[in-house]
């Protein structure tokens, strides 16, 4: 079965670029979440999503970030502008409200690089 | 505040030795207590969850302690295979969507 799959895998961009960072969770999880992950902060929450309705974005860190999810099977993570310090790993990361473990399932993850 | 801290190693251990990583935990509202294992540059993996009578998976034992908002992992034999960053992470609702995670302890299993 495939994973949580996550494009691009790398990006390098110029500040000032907008960014949109792609994933497509496991079929027939109803939750989806965004996180970020810097060697400074550990890895944060962004956005959640349950059936495709975001829930909480109280993560999200600025303006500069919009995350949609326009049907069950893709969400997007948009910065506009980015900024050096968007640089970091950002996982995207599924579930299913059925399952009693809790578990979340992560995508390999996309490398944002700023400069 | 909900915060995680967990000791960032790196612990350093011959193969066969036992380890054990320490988790503490602010918020005493939280829910559910988890491991994750983050492998470098790939992504968090659960490792096991942590129940309040502790709880076992072949040469890993998870323990929790609510009174002292701790957490521990104990790992025996330790592999080469082993060899990660291991996340203490804290659920705060009851529908396992308010994930806190730790910033990780990091193990260096060595032959």
């Known amino acids: 079965d495939a994973g949580v799959i996550q494009s691009p895998r790398h990006e390098v961009t110029e500040m000032g670029q907008e960014v949109t960072l792609r994933c497509k969770p496991i079929?027939?999880?109803?939750?989806l979440f965004w996180y970020r992950q810097t060697m400074m902060r550990g890895l944060e929450l962004l956005i959640y999503?349950?059936?495709?309705?975001?829930?909480?974005d109280s993560g999200m860190p600025e303006d500069r970030f919009s995350a949609k999810m326009p049907n069950a099977s893709f969400s997007t993570l948009k910065i506009q502008p980015s900024e050096p310090r968007d640089s970091a790993v950002y996982f995207c990361?599924?579930?299913?409200?059925?399952?009693?473990?809790?578990?979340?399932?992560f995508g390999p993850g996309t490398r944002l690089t700023v400069t | 505040r909900k915060e995680v801290e967990q000791d960032p190693g790196p612990f350093n251990v011959p193969e066969g030795a036992t380890v054990a990583f320490n988790c503490t935990y602010s918020n005493s509202a939280s829910q559910s207590f988890f491991w994750y294992r983050q492998d470098c540059r790939k992504e968090p993996k659960l490792l096991m969850s942590?129940?309040?009578s502790g709880n076992e998976d072949g040469r890993f034992t998870a323990q929790l302690n609510r009174a002292s908002q701790y957490i521990s992992l104990l790992i025996r034999d330790s592999k080469l295979s082993d060899s990660a960053t291991y996340l203490c992470?804290?659920?705060?609702?009851?529908?396992?969507?308010?994930?806190?995670f730790g910033k990780g302890t990091t193990l260096s299993v060595s032959s």
């Open positions: 079929s027939g999880h109803d939750y």
């Open positions: 942590v129940y309040s």
């Open positions: 992470v804290v659920n705060y609702d009851q529908a396992g969507t308010a994930l806190i």
């Open positions: 999503f349950n059936n495709n309705v975001p829930i909480d």
């Open positions: 990361a599924s579930r299913y409200s059925g399952q009693p473990s809790y578990e979340q399932y």
